[in-house]
């Protein structure tokens, strides 16, 4: 498991879990570091003072905000009281939380063999697994309170990261948002839809950009020369007859002309 960025205890009425919080996912980009074209020597990243021109110490770098200037010892201040808890203070159906509230997924694992802990970890995953809700808690980590979500998954507990309602910004102003679609065009589409559903398996779908660009490489280490494909200019244009273009993709569907992507 990757290395613990929290350690604490899990609070579920007079029911104390021990847990320990672990990223549940990992980093597979390919990171590139920034050379000189010219010679490929690596490029250095300098805080550099815009009136005096002169390179500055971090420690003398200030923090402002909208004419107010605050030192690190000011910002500490807002800093949220730091405790070793994850108190849980609702439970709510999870299909009532709208995905796009949900940022940085981890995983609950208990911090220790001990028979208690492990007792108690269970009975929390066990009690989560069985019914459809997500616990709602609050907890903090280095120096920011973060809203939660726990769910139950694979017989593991999960933490999922929050925004606050705040931080979602609303539709209005989105155009398309209001107005009316005819039937026939709603139907075609609906039974578009059908045609693609499928269950969700989550190993069908993979990066297929980092294989392009894992290509890319290969072939320039063995001095292939690269070239960018043609950008299909077509395919950003709009559709010139909606209904036309609904049917012709279902009769594709049909006789297997086109395959999902």
């Known amino acids: 498991m990757p290395r613990s960025l929290w350690t604490g205890s899990l609070n579920f009425g007079l029911v104390n879990v021990p847990v320990r919080v ?3 996912v990992r980093d597979l980009d390919l990171h590139f570091r920034q050379l000189h074209a010219k010679d490929h ?29 605050l ?4 910002l500490g201040a807002a800093d949220p009281k730091k405790t070793r808890t994850i108190e849980i203070e609702s439970f709510v159906k999870l299909g009532e939380v709208d995905p796009i509230y949900f940022d940085h997924p981890y995983f609950l694992i208990p911090a220790g063999e001990t028979d208690g802990t492990i007792r108690a970890y269970r009975l929390l995953t066990e009690v989560m697994s069985r019914t459809d809700r997500a616990a709602l808690g609050r907890f903090v980590m280095r120096t920011k309170e973060y809203l939660v979500a726990i769910r139950a998954r694979d017989g593991a507990l999960t933490l999922s990261t929050l925004r606050f309602h ?12 209001k107005g009316r679609t005819s039937k026939k065009e709603l ?17 069908a779908y993979e990066d297929r950009y980092r ?4 290509a890319v490489i290969r072939k320039k280490r063995k001095g292939g020369e690269i070239k960018a494909p043609k950008q299909d200019k077509k395919a950003a244009e709009p ?9 012709e993709t279902l009769e594709k569907l049909k006789n297997g002309e086109l395959q999902p992507a």
């Not at 020597?41 to 021109?53: K, Y």
């Not at 039974?191 to 693609?196: F, N």
């Open 239 to 247: 559709v010139p007859d909606l209904m036309a273009a609904l049917e």
């Open 166 to 177: 705040d931080e979602v910004r609303p539709t209005k102003g989105i155009s398309g948002v």
């Open 22 to 24: 672990t990223s549940a």
């Open 211 to 214: 294989k392009r660009l894992q």
């Open 71 to 74: 030192t690190d010892e000011e």
């Open 187 to 203: 139907d075609g589409a609906l039974k578009l839809i059908e045609a693609l559903s499928a269950d969700w398996d989550p190993t």
């Open 41 to 69: 020597t690596p490029v250095e990243t300098r805080r550099v003072c815009s009136e005096e021109g002169v390179e500055v110490p971090y420690e003398e770098i200030g923090n402002e905000y909208e004419g107010v200037v």
